[in-house]
């Protein structure tokens, strides 16, 4: 071989050597991505615990499937010491420190299930060794403490008592989810049962797990004693555990895989907000940046942290603009991770019945609004205001979303479109109020039965009128405001409802007052 | 050269060659999976009949669209000689069997639309050949016996008889669907138009094709006769065709790729599967099923036979649950194949208009209740057992589900799920039944004309407010409760609506009979 | 080395390098063509101009995600001089000249925001440069002349005057809209504020922007002044803009991407397409066409130019059947592309309140009816036929449609669907006109007030069961028929619920007529 040719072969080579490995790299991503590759399989073993490892050893066979979902998560690869490296900004562990028996080894099995037992009052003996079934945010805080403190100021991790221990919601709850026999030409009405409650509202709330026993089955592998749960399965983010902890990780970061990537896709917040009540997910489905996800995600990195704009995705999802750290490409914070949901937000825009400030405290069961009602607004509209956020804590709120904002628009861009939100809370929260005027005179002809007849407010037909028109259209149109929702604030419950709704009551009120039809 | 760089050239070229040949395979993986890559097109050519390729030398030109669609189909590129020769599990080919001329070729054109013609009365002389235009469960059957047969048993396959030999039923479609004209002060409601059936009611439960003639075309190849058919086109899941059989496999292997991925994929059995009467898709989309779908399935792979829980998805469709064979990763069979889709299925969810153990056979035109109606249930909500399984039946089809539960989930997370949907389906039977006493005493002062006074009990205002109670919102609580549907069991046509209707029913009576209101 | 095992290594290279370029080919594929990757970055750097380099030197950390988005954008890598170079079938850019300092440039931010500033209201100096906020079809026809020219005749882009200035229209708007108030027994209702203009009817259909001054502000880059937009922000189809132009192109292709790939998927149109008015993609959803975009469009190439129907995708999505340029492999022209939606399109599905022949004219504030009224029919159903498309139109539209259902469909399966088509219109008429019927007795009897007493025909109770048997239930039924829309020709606002709103008008007329119950 001449010299040149010589040289031609190394430098090819060279030249080879690269292409390939960067074809390799290139090939190989989308696997290590999507994380269906054992490419890191045999560095994950040396990870496991010896506990985890007997956990594996039997219920690789008896729950394949959740075993192969951890085996893809990041639990299962990574080490709290491997991840008080990272810089600051990329860490998903907030915990200083750690056990040191936690620190070097994966988060499997017994991490989560096998710590902790003590204050778990559904531990039991399994095989040797104690373990829990429900694995709380209490568990989870061992090494996200940060943001499990975040989430105890949520209002979801209050959603169970907020709803269970207000009697007025209550009485929406029972006329709505109860029992209805006819007892000659009457409707009476049963208090919900337990499945009920775990089916209906408290799907979404979360129930109280309680231990009620123990039971033995026989199984795969002999016969086994296991505490026996009531309210049990949940996944509501309210959920009372049976460590006295209030919420559920797994309600967004889907168990076994426990993934930051699904909590930031909106699917995961369709779970709970895609109803009439919260059309959240819809509205976003139509807005602009809904469009955008539908046709670019399959490009955007869910998995990075931070999560920077423009690098990482082009529009926002939920999590993006209400829970995720935003860091601009200059390394700027655009905004601190947060797991209270409405730390951005300064309005309610859920009516209870109407629009409001955000409450102080996740702890909404303490309201009492002038009437002496649990309720943040009066009948009336005015807001409880001693139970809410002031003007400076909502304008900082704002301030925290409008600069999330500011990532992609200008001022002449967000500006009106936040004042235009403030306006539709008010004419939507005027609507509720002629809504209500027409009630209460269904109340005063004694057409129905409110609170002052000792009535409920909600269990009757021209009441349950009503409920539609704050629970349902007001608040549809409210969140297509705030999203940019097309047909959600028209024809999809929105205004249009909102004016088809009060004529239909004002029609019901009239014929039946003989004030004429309407 | 010297030795040791000739020796590093060399070890450097295999070194390259494997890198090369790993990138290769890697980088083409997606394009394989896909399909859309011709790597394989010289060989697939070879594949094709003689008569096939005649096919695609005209329609190449003339209709490419399926002409592509199927080169991307396995039908393309597989024979039954070469699928016989796979293990038992990964066999998608259930004939022992198929004439010789079919077992080394692919399954084109000709081997679909130009065997069996003589029973088919939609065959014509086209080119030479003698073709059908209808491909149906009997020609699949000349590969695919198994799951014809099963098909049979599926209630989907007599979904065009079990509505339009079902008298009571069709009173329902006919008032639903016929058109009404306003003669003075009377709505008169005429039979649907053959139009109105193709796009209604039998748009999902599959039209009668028949051939009512021939007729003569120009087309871009000359002056063609072609055979006139009634009834066409329809995708429906009972469509009657040509040749006698029952159904349709292109409703959900749309042709012409007849992918087992797609059928595999919760979109297909959308199609008919999402209104308000059976909002099975719906409610998969919120529950964390569904979730879990939206947020990963992009890492899921859809053509593996067979299916491994956790392996190749991590959360199940419609199809996993109801269809399809599912073997653990350590080769145990979880469920055996079916396209019965009841096989796993002890409640039939759907009320008729009761929630009720499901028919012994899919005819279900035989079954008759006490009262002589073609109902499976009484109106007072008894079941017509005779014609349902038994708890035997009904324990052994729910041990099949369970059993696939059981690859992620333990007995304390399945057990209670499953008595919980058993007693929402008594409690949805009884607000069902409640509005059917509202209706009762509705009939009896007049104020709407049932069968007992010679009418339709579908057609009158009040009779459509009974017909809501339990087609829409008790179905769709029901799904909620079988499949984790928050909102649809709650506001979105769920206990809500189940209450708001009976108060609308009670209020729109005590208003005619001058009880007062509600 | 001998000779041949030079020549070994020397093959060996030469297959090697093809090996590794097809490999990095393949590999840098998706990046390439999802545009997430910066390899084609340094070129791109070239294009720039110095002044879009200005305006991005400041606006990469001011607002960096659109900054990031354009990068990705064909616009940030292409320039017209080159694009002039293509084919014809496969340019997106219809200008035969450009001015030359912008042929050689990519599209930044000077580039769009900073031409034609004198006929923008909306320019302003900033930073020294003149530039205008809102970019217009009068700023894209630089470069994309037929495309505006085609869009300039599409109904959408006069979707604000067709509103704005149809009195009778406007009327629906204002009684759906307005804020209702309650006076005594009374309700009333205020014009709709400019807020709700903006999201309400508008949001889709566009509002007129227009500057009402300048104001100051502090900027993270010191004071600046910008001007003070009325009606902004607006991303309506038929905005007003700020240069007198009329139209959108980012509703469609939305900023600052301005992707082709985006405009084809059906989540762009599902922005105004989804509501119950007009629920298109809903329809669609459910279709067999929209169950293969869900199941396979992630293999699908939504960026080539000309689009191959087969090679690139295998259903069509919205833009197929009504906008894009569609060739067969071949190369013949199956469908011009188009910017006149309904180019293809014989029927106004739309009911304003029957449905009929499309318009002449894209301004339809220029029809008047037989009875003087701004309407395409009469309020008996005819149409206004000498300002709707006669039948040799509408017979050129449908053929238009119908070639390209031809490149996977034969006339067996076309022609029965599109008469169908036809079949169901006339139906859904006829259940419009009985509603019509009803809704005229009541005013006859004094029960509420249409245009012949000086009332609105919209804002009454039974007014509205009117507005809703057309507007939203006739629509579905018709959208349903045209795509193949299971439940929504049925249950989901579909023929049940045609016939159900016939028998609830009815049975409010006959209990305030005393004609009896329904």
Redesign the interface.
């Known amino acids: ?1 001449d010299r040149s ?2 040289y031609r ?2 430098r ?2 060279t030249i ?2 690269k ?6 790299i ?3 991503a ?2 290590s991505r ?3 590759s054992s490419v890191a399989a045999e560095d994950a073993n040396d990870l496991i615990s010896d506990d985890t490892a007997t956990c594996i050893d039997c219920h ?2 008896v ?7 951890w085996q ?1 998560s990041r639990h299962a690869t990574a080490t709290v010491a491997r991840a008080r490296t990272l810089p600051p900004q990329e860490r998903r562990v907030s915990a200083d420190v750690v056990p040191t028996h936690l620190a070097t080894v994966s988060v499997g099995c017994a991490e989560c299930h096998g710590q902790l037992t003590d204050g778990h009052s559904d531990a039991f003996e399994h095989n040797g060794y104690a373990i829990h ?1 429900v694995v709380t945010p209490r568990d989870c805080a061992v090494c996200h403490p940060a943001e499990v403190e975040q989430y105890a100021q949520n209002l979801m991790s209050y959603a169970y008592p907020n709803l269970a221990e207000n009697a007025l919601y209550m009485q929406l709850v029972e ?8 007892h000659g ?1 009457t ?1 009476e ?1 049963q208090p919900p ?1 337990d ?2 409650y ?4 408290f ?2 709330h979360g129930t109280r797990v309680t231990v009620t026993g123990s039971e033995t ?1 026989d ?1 795969e592998l002999g016969t086994m004693e ?2 026996r ?1 009531n309210g ?2 949940s ?1 509501g983010v309210g959920r009372i555990n049976p460590d006295g902890s209030r919420g559920c990780c797994s309600s967004c970061h ?1 168990r076994h ?1 426990f ?1 930051i ?2 909590a930031r ?1 909106p ?2 917040c ?3 907000h ?4 919260v059309p959240a997910y819809k509205v976003y ?4 940046h ?3 996800y ?3 995600h ?4 869910f998995t990075a942290v931070p999560w920077i ?3 990482h995705f ?1 529009a926002p999802t939920c999590a993006t603009c209400h829970v995720s750290l935003l860091v ?3 390394g ?1 914070i655009a905004a601190a991770r947060t797991h209270r949901m409405n730390d951005r937000s300064a309005w309610r825009l859920f009516g209870l019945p109407y629009a409001h400030p955000h409450p102080r405290s996740a702890n909404t069961t303490i309201i009492r609004n002038r009437a002496g009602l649990p309720l943040p607004t009066e009948l009336t509209g005015e807001p409880a205001s001693e139970f809410l956020i002031d003007e400076v804590e909502m304008t900082a709120r704002s301030g925290r979303m409008q600069r999330i904002c ?8 967000i500006a ?2 936040f ?2 939100t403030a ?2 809370i008010a ?1 939507t929260n ?2 509720t109020l ?1 809504a209500t ?2 009630l209460q ?1 269904a109340w005063e002809h004694g ?2 039965s409110g609170p002052a007849q000792g009535g409920s407010p909600f ?4 009441e ?1 009128m009503w409920v539609a028109q704050w ?2 259209y007001a608040n549809s ?1 409210r969140f ?2 705030a999203m ?1 929702g ?7 419950n ?3 409802n909102l ?2 709704n ?3 009551m ?2 019901w ?5 003989d ?1 004429g ?2």
Chains 1, 2, 3 share one sequence.
């Open positions: 071989m040719r010589r072969t190394s090819m080579i080879l050597e292409l390939c490995i960067a074809a390799l290139l090939a190989l989308p696997l999507n994380g269906y690789m066979s729950t394949p499937g959740i075993v192969s979902d893809r079934v006329s709505g989810s109860g029992l209805q026999r006819l030409s409707l009405t049962s499945t009920t775990a089916e209906g509202c799907y979404c089955r199984t296991f505490p749960l049990w399965p996944q889907t895989r993934s990537a699904m896709k699917a995961t369709a779970q709970c895609k109803g009439p009540d489905g139509v807005s602009k809904g469009n955008l539908a046709a670019e399959a490009e955007w990195d704009p423009g690098e082009s601009t490409g200059d700027e500011g990532t992609c628009h200008s001022t002449s861009w009106p479109l004042a235009r306006h539709t004419e005027a609507m002629t005027g027409i005179q057409l129905a269990d009757e037909n021209i349950k629970l349902f149109v297509a405001s940019g097309a047909d959600y604030g028209s024809f999809a929105g205004r249009w004016s088809e009060l004529r239909r004002h029609d009120l009239a014929i039946r007052t004030a039809s309407d």
